[in-house]
């Protein structure tokens, strides 16, 4: 499934702009490899707390695994999502920048991605149910995939994994809430998490503007130092205000 969109981009889009597409998708990878770190330290713990019983206590500790992931993650999309050009440029060469809109939209696919609930579903041996909704979903990605890019272009290409992330979270959160018993509005830390959503996105606004009207003209590895510094402060000023 999570190929689909690729696969479509290589029917669709000549050999340049398929690399292009292939360049944005590697995002998807090192989110992936980020959240996995956070899920082994914590699946032990859950696993245990299945085994005698205790649910909602295994669905807490995935809320504050969730939490955490969402406050260091969520800066980092939203500094990619800033300074996309850039990045694809300084990596890839700017012959790949058309990568960036694709970037774009997967990065607010990849927003959903903080939410990680395989673990769960694993733990309350939901496998069946996973095979069968990753087979619907999979009917709904490609179709739009296609369309997308057949109207949108590259970036439209994208549109169906972004759709297929959120029906997967809505669809496994309603699961998860039949078997456990855990209402959706008590499986995650919401509120935190839309706190860390809003501070990314004052801090990400802050440092694109500091780069784009004070460094227009600087060396794109300058306005990438800038950028980063700019909206770490930001992002971490925040997080300490409202802490203390």
């Known amino acids: 499934r999570a ?3 690729q696969w479509v981009a290589a ?3 000549a050999l340049h702009s398929f690399a292009a597409f292939s360049i944005a998708a590697i995002l ?5 490899i980020f959240r996995t770190s956070v899920v082994e330290a914590f699946m032990p713990s859950m696993s245990r707390m299945e085994a005698a019983g205790d649910l909602k206590s295994m669905m807490e500790m995935n809320a504050r695994a969730n939490a ?3 406050m260091l993650l969520l800066p980092m999309l939203g500094f990619v999502f800033a300074f ?7 990596v890839y060469t700017a012959a790949y920048v058309d990568a960036a809109p694709v970037m774009r939209v997967y990065i607010i696919g990849m927003v959903a991605l903080v939410v990680e609930l395989s673990s769960v579903l694993q733990l309350l041996r939901q496998g069946m149910f996973s095979l069968g909704m990753n087979v619907v979903v999979l009917a709904v990605a490609v179709p739009l995939s296609w369309f997308g890019g057949l109207e949108l272009g590259l970036a439209g290409a994208a549109a169906g994994s972004v759709t297929a992330l959120y029906v997967d979270r809505v669809l496994v959160l309603q699961r998860i809430a039949a078997v456990s018993g855990v209402p959706v509005r008590g499986q995650q830390h919401w509120a935190s998490l839309g706190r860390h959503f809003a501070w990314t996105g004052a801090a990400t606004f802050v ?3 500091t780069v784009h009207y004070a460094f227009a ?3 794109l590895v300058v306005r990438l130092a800038i950028g980063a510094a700019v909206l770490a402060a930001v992002y971490g000023a925040t997080n300490w205000r409202n802490r203390s």
């Open 84 to 90: 996309a050009e850039d990045l694809v440029s300084v």
């Open 11 to 13: 029917t669709l889009f």
């Open 207 to 209: 440092a694109w503007l």
């Open 68 to 70: 955490m992931v969402g």
């Open 3 to 5: 190929q689909a969109d």
């Open 28 to 32: 998807g990878q090192l989110v992936n």
């Open 217 to 219: 003209g600087a060396p």
